[in-house]
């Protein structure tokens, strides 16, 4: 089993930044991709920002590309997402997810687990 604590959200005014963490522990934790995504209120949920552990290759959706940076400490097991110049639209629970399948980084059925969720709300 995977467990993965996401922390660092919180509110913020428009054109603030946040800096969420995703700490991840088990003994079975080998990931291949490691990635966020958020859901609205009354929306489905959507990918934000992947990175592949071991090359640190880095998929963004382009709504939050130039505004958002995910990047990994490998040696500590934890991911994070930068959030520079949010906006209200920014506004939902984000998620930390990881699969250790070679799959797509962008699609949420690839991924195996899943944090708690960190409640992120900007306002205008």
């Known amino acids: 089993q995977v467990q993965l604590v996401e922390s660092g959200g919180g509110l913020v005014q428009a054109g603030g930044s946040l800096r969420l963490s995703c700490a991840a522990s088990g003994r079975t934790f080998s990931p291949y991709n490691m990635g966020w995504f958020r859901q609205a209120p009354g929306k489905e949920r959507e990918f934000v920002a992947a990175?592949?552990?071991?090359?640190?290759?880095?998929y963004y959706t382009d709504s939050v590309k130039g505004r958002f940076t995910i990047s990994r400490d490998n040696a500590k097991n934890t991911v994070y997402l930068q959030m520079n110049s949010l906006k209200p639209e920014d506004t939902a629970v984000y998620f930390c997810?990881?699969?250790?399948?070679?799959?797509?980084?962008?699609?949420?059925?690839?991924?195996?687990?899943w944090g708690q969720g960190t409640q992120v709300t900007v306002s205008s």
């Open positions: 990175v592949r552990w071991f090359s640190g290759t880095t």
């Open positions: 997810a990881t699969t250790s399948k070679i799959a797509s980084a962008t699609s949420a059925l690839q991924y195996d687990y």
